[in-house]
């Protein structure tokens, strides 16, 4: 069975840095994306970043641009948030998608309902 585990979630000032990680295990299939989405109390769901893991191809929602950056890693992806705001402040869910065929990242980070996978989400706070 495909396992989604995400780590690295806790406190951080404004202007400053965490660093997320996701680790994924069980894709069977030849393609897979593996993205970044978080949720803050009275806000809807929000695409932060998406990778295909197995082309690299990105995406990145308008509110991370510029500050964060996902990696691809040997057994999934991180997530570096630089420049930390309040407003970042929420869930971070990892989650993933297998295909037979390539999809981009960008087809994910628009329709986020079409991962399969999702991790149990880490805590992200940002204030003073």
């Known amino acids: 069975q495909v396992q989604v585990v995400e780590s690295g979630g806790g406190s951080a000032q404004p202007g400053g840095s965490l660093r997320l990680s996701c680790v994924v295990s069980?894709?069977?299939?030849?393609?897979?994306?593996i993205g970044w989405f978080r949720q803050a109390p009275g806000k809807e769901r929000e695409t932060v970043a998406c990778i295909s893991k197995s082309v690299g191809d990105t995406y990145y929602g308008d509110s991370a641009k510029g500050r964060f950056t996902i990696t691809r890693q040997s057994a999934g992806v991180t997530l570096q948030m630089n420049s930390l705001r309040p407003e970042d402040t929420g869930v971070y869910f990892c989650?993933?998608?297998?295909?037979?065929?390539?999809?981009?990242?960008?087809?994910?980070?628009?329709?986020?309902?079409?991962?399969?996978?999702w991790g149990k989400g880490t805590l992200v706070t940002v204030s003073s």
């Open positions: 989650a993933a998608d297998q295909t037979s065929s390539y999809y981009s990242s960008t087809y994910y980070g628009l329709s986020p309902t079409g991962m399969n996978y």
């Open positions: 069980g894709l069977t299939l030849d393609y897979y994306v």
